[in-house]
């Protein structure tokens, strides 16, 4: 069902959307034990994709678009969109992993940023401060609210945290039957704003963050994003909709209760 073009969920396809969330979820926490410095982006994609096939799902990133990968890995400089290939991942990297899976139609979609060996403080700090963020701008969701609620959350806790760039070009983004619907979340804005948060909407929030210039320019592939002074960024995502008792991530394998309760925020799922 769709409302003003946007589509509603039943339970039993947020079900299936949980279902593809946990593939996902399982995926990135199998891909953060085992990345390791000499390892190919390729090899990365290699263990992405037989996990997601394993568990019965399909990759909703393979063919998008012509995309070549079931991941997209991008490292360092690099914000998002990175094509799995023949880099080999040294110490010090930083590597943004993010996964998305399909099961019974329905899709999930999710990232995280990790370290490979030891990277400096102020790159540790900008992983948190995303992760942070992203986490924020779920708990700031409530039904009745507005899709800028999360937006202003996400920039609140970024400024609050330091002198970062938020990049504005890309986007949190409506999911559902597709991996890219309507609304557009972005990670910046006043409160109270866009579309009504309401039961059966589903969103991927999705904070890209860097220790420079905000500024992305796109490489010759076509595909990755990179920041135009070189500063390195990190980007987080998770799905995650919102029932009677308070938000449910989808892609989280507690359905984001540790990191909900932390920030004193009601756990809505099942």
């Known amino acids: 069902m769709f409302d003003r073009g946007i589509e509603i969920k039943t339970p039993d396809q947020i079900a299936s959307m949980r279902a593809a969330g946990l593939v996902v979820g399982r995926t990135l926490e199998l891909l953060r034990t085992e990345v390791r410095a000499g390892m190919t982006t390729r090899e990365l994609d290699d263990i992405a994709r037989e996990s997601i096939y394993a568990a019965g799902a399909t990759s909703n990133f393979l063919g998008y678009h012509g995309f070549p990968g ?3 890995t991008s490292v360092n400089d690099e914000v998002v969109h990175g094509i799995p290939g023949s880099r080999v991942l040294r110490d010090g990297d930083v590597v ?6 399909i099961v019974d139609g329905w899709h999930g979609d999710a990232a995280v940023t990790v370290a490979i060996g030891e990277v400096p403080d102020e790159v540790t700090a900008l992983m948190a401060v995303t992760e942070d963020a992203m986490w924020r701008g779920i708990a700031a969701a409530s039904l009745g609210g507005r899709v800028s609620d999360i937006s202003h959350a996400i920039e609140v806790a970024v ?7 938020i990049v504005e070009g890309y986007t949190g983004h409506g ?9 557009n979340v972005p990670n910046y804005g006043k409160p109270r704003r866009g579309p009504k948060l309401v039961k059966g909407l589903a969103l991927a929030v999705e904070p890209m963050v860097t220790l420079g210039t905000a500024d992305t320019r796109t490489l010759e ?15 987080f995502e998770n799905t995650f909709t919102l029932t009677d008792t308070g938000a449910w991530v989808l892609t989280a394998l507690d359905g984001g209760q540790e990191r909900l309760a932390a920030l004193g925020v009601p756990y809505g799922g099942h």
Not at 159 to 165: E, Q, S
Not at 175 to 183: D, L, V
Not at 221 to 235: E, F, L, M
């Open 96 to 101: 943004s992993i993010d996964c998305g899976a």
């Open 70 to 72: 079931v991941i997209c």
């Open 221 to 235: 592939d076509d595909w990755t994003v990179v920041t135009t002074d070189g500063s390195w960024a990190a980007h």
């Open 175 to 183: 999911i559902g039957s597709e991996m890219h619907q309507e609304p």
């Open 159 to 165: 400024d609050g945290a330091g002198d970062y760039g």
